[in-house]
């Protein structure tokens, strides 16, 4: 199984990008999907996640500014980050876990300059 992050980036602040997350070797549908973020001295905390069967749930910082998505005939999961703050500055991760098995990709950086 691999996850691959994608479309990060140096953006200002109050800007936008999409983040993608291309999963491989697994049947990507059947699973939850979830989106985390990692600053520097800080824990790791999710964002995002949707269900398989596309229900999304946010953390409260990125509410009304993220959305969530995936498109399961190209197992990826995608996260719209609008109206970027500095705060949101981190390594994004896209993460599946199932019963037995968690999976996490390498991590793709966001950085927002004010």
């Known amino acids: 199984v691999q996850l691959v992050e994608s479309g990060g980036g140096l953006v200002q602040a109050g800007g936008s990008l999409r983040l993608s997350c291309a999963a491989s070797?697994?049947?990507?549908?059947?699973?939850?999907m979830g989106w985390y973020r990692q600053a520097p001295g800080r824990q790791r905390e999710l964002v995002a996640s949707?269900?398989?069967?596309?229900?999304?749930n946010y953390a409260d910082s990125v509410k009304g500014r993220f959305t969530i998505s995936r498109d399961n005939a190209k197992n990826t999961v995608f996260l719209q980050t609008n109206s970027l703050k500095p705060e949101d500055t981190a390594v994004y991760y896209c993460?599946?876990?199932?019963?037995?098995?968690?999976?996490w990709g390498q991590g793709t950086q966001v950085t927002v300059s004010s």
């Open positions: 070797g697994i049947t990507f549908s059947v699973y939850n």
């Open positions: 949707i269900t398989s069967g596309g229900t999304p």
């Open positions: 993460r599946l876990v199932g019963l037995t098995f968690d999976y």
